[in-house]
């Protein structure tokens, strides 16, 4: 089992030294639902919210949560990237809205964690802009679809199509 690399040996957290690593093209995509009552589901697709666009402001939402990943989470890098997509699906079989983010840097660390911030960013400002109307959404199935570049090199989550599946 690899070691917590933001953790001494001491125990103390600290932020790792990227200077050393090469820089690489790095992508990370990630995940995420919101479960809500088929009548919100249908308020969301009329463009029916009281709030207004609740698709497009959740978009905008994860996009500027991605860039300040670095502000919300400690000993994170502040990152220049390059690309943060958040794809956002109605599926009436949750019923609700399946969240797809995708980031891209060019640099010397990854960026799953501008991806997952995107994806859960995005989920919570559906559920703000929904919550009048039910207060029983539940947000779920965060987590990483797959990752690119670096040392550690490419990896996928097992089987493929789990965010598709909600789990």
């Known amino acids: 089992m690899s070691r917590l690399t933001h953790i001494t040996t001491s125990g103390e957290a600290h932020m790792v030294d990227v200077s050393g690593k ?3 093209q790095r992508i990370a995509v990630a995940k995420g639902h919101v479960r809500m009552k088929p009548e919100t589901l249908a308020q969301i697709r009329a463009g029916d919210a009281q709030k ?4 497009g402001t ?4 994860g996009i500027m949560a991605a860039k300040r990943t670095h502000e919300l989470i400690p000993l994170c890098h502040p990152l220049a990237l390059n ?3 958040v794809d956002l699906v109605a599926d009436d079989d949750l ?7 995708t980031a891209r840097v060019t640099g010397k660390t990854g960026v799953e964690m501008e991806a997952l911030t995107a994806a859960s960013v995005a989920c919570l400002t ?3 802009m929904c919550k009048a109307v ?5 947000i779920g199935g965060i987590g990483m679809v797959e990752k690119s570049g ?3 090199g490419d990896w996928k989550r097992n089987p493929p199509d789990v965010a598709q599946d909600g789990g």
């Not at 207004?52 to 698709?55: I, M, P, Q, R, S």
């Not at 959740?58 to 939402?61: H, T």
């Not at 039910?134 to 539940?138: G, I, L, P, T, V």
């Open 22 to 24: 090469e820089t690489t």
């Open 52 to 55: 207004g666009d609740v698709l």
């Open 58 to 61: 959740a978009r905008l939402a």
């Open 83 to 85: 690309q943060v997509t």
């Open 95 to 101: 019923p609700g809205i399946r969240v797809r983010t």
């Open 126 to 128: 559906i559920y703000d």
């Open 134 to 138: 039910d207060r029983f959404m539940e």
């Open 150 to 152: 670096g040392k550690s």
